[in-house]
């Protein structure tokens, strides 16, 4: 099912839109997930991602910035991942040299 299509300035996408591109990005396949939502409207609000009004009741934001911002996560993402297991390696070195 397509969603509304809105005569959105160039360049922007609607909240919800911004939010499924972040989902995508990082792989999420939960439907019932609106924390990004959630997260991108509050910039939104605060004019962050080029965040600024549609109409009366809508937002849109700016697409390279959503695309930045979706980045951003994937990397922070990696990089706990790669610190989770580099900690978790040296507990294990640790645990084996106390029971030595």
Request: glycine share 8%.
């Amino acid at each position: 099912m397509m969603g509304r299509r809105y005569h959105l300035d160039p360049g922007y996408v609607t909240i919800p839109e911004a939010a499924n591109i972040v989902k995508r990005m990082l792989g999420i396949t939960n439907e019932e997930d609106h924390s990004h939502y959630k997260k991108i409207l509050r910039g939104a609000k605060r004019s962050w991602f080029g965040g600024k009004m549609h109409g009366k009741r809508m937002f849109q934001v700016r697409r390279v910035d959503i695309i930045k911002y979706g980045e951003e996560l994937l990397e922070a993402e990696k990089f706990n991942l790669f610190t989770f297991d580099l900690v978790a390696g040296q507990y294990k070195e640790l645990r084996e040299n106390v029971q030595a």
